[in-house]
């Protein structure tokens, strides 16, 4: 058996007296697409920093690629290959929407998982190739049209969508996405939901997923955790979590309804 690009051993972290997140397990394989739910404040943007390193926990080990996260600084974890969104877009606001992927993608041709997604071309140099690099990437996500727009100018999905490209740009193995499709339309959710399909299906790029829109967790994601009050309380495939005892006790025993 391969080993899991990501391994979270028995991890918490305390703010005061306060558990955040107990006792958390989780591995992921290369090319998952996995989901983590659970109610508001149930531990999962804590989880993330921790991922990231932005938190360091104070108990239990977080192994990505085979090296231990605990000494690691964020610029460093992110370097090895994680990336991130945010539930609150952020966006270099005064740059174009073509800047902001040019900022992250320094590393971009390097990264054998951008170019086998998006087929770029390999023959352009230096500044010219980073822009014909950037264009391309931008079609992918429909940003090409905007590339020259401030990025604060753009339509609240386009911004959502723009969060995610730049965070691909820096050509991660693992990227994580912090409710993409929070304060979106059915329409713009459904879009997106096809996009990281896409994503998912053209590269063994490994994604967790933190979503509140439970048919966008339940539609494409193989595998989901569920945390509440920072305690694994479920993992399994979407049937079985919406048919788990316990998660639907832990939504306030509503279903866990599409
Ligand atoms: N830096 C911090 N200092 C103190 N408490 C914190 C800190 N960060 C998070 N918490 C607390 O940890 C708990 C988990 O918060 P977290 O943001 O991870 O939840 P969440 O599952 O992402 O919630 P939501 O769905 O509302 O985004 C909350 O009680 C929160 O107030």
Do not use: W
Not at 133 to 154: T, V
Not at 219 to 242: F, K, M, N, S, W
């Amino acid at each position: 058996m391969t080993n899991p690009l990501l391994k979270v051993e028995d991890v918490g972290i305390q703010f005061g007296g306060l558990k955040a997140v107990s006792g958390l397990n989780m591995e992921l394989f290369s090319g998952e697409l996995v989901g983590l739910i659970g109610p508001k404040g149930a531990g999962k943007t804590t989880s993330f920093n921790m991922l990231t390193g932005v938190y360091k926990p104070t108990k239990g080990t977080i192994v990505f690629d085979g090296k231990d996260t605990k000494k690691l600084s964020p610029h460093k974890i992110t370097k090895s290959g994680v990336s991130r969104t945010f539930q609150n877009i952020r966006l270099f606001k005064e740059l174009s929407v073509i800047d902001n992927v040019k900022v992250a993608n320094h590393s971009l041709a390097k990264h054998s998982i951008v170019s086998s997604i998006f087929r770029l071309p390999m023959h352009f140099k230096g500044e010219e190739k980073m822009e014909m690099e950037s264009l391309e990437f931008l079609k992918i996500f429909g940003l090409d049209r905007y590339k020259d727009e401030l990025s604060k100018n753009l339509p609240y999905g386009m911004q959502r969508r723009l969060e995610i490209a730049r965070a691909l740009a820096a050509g991660p193995k693992l990227l994580l996405l912090d409710e993409p499709a929070a304060g979106m339309n059915p329409e713009e959710t459904a879009e997106l939901m096809d996009l990281i399909s896409l994503i998912r299906e053209k590269s063994d790029l490994t994604i967790l997923l933190i979503e509140h829109d439970m048919g966008l967790v339940m539609g494409i994601c193989e595998r989901i955790y569920v945390l509440d009050h920072g305690q694994l309380i479920a993992d399994g495939t979407p049937e079985e979590i919406r048919n788990d005892p316990k998660v639907i006790e832990a939504y306030l025993g509503g279903e866990v309804t599409e």
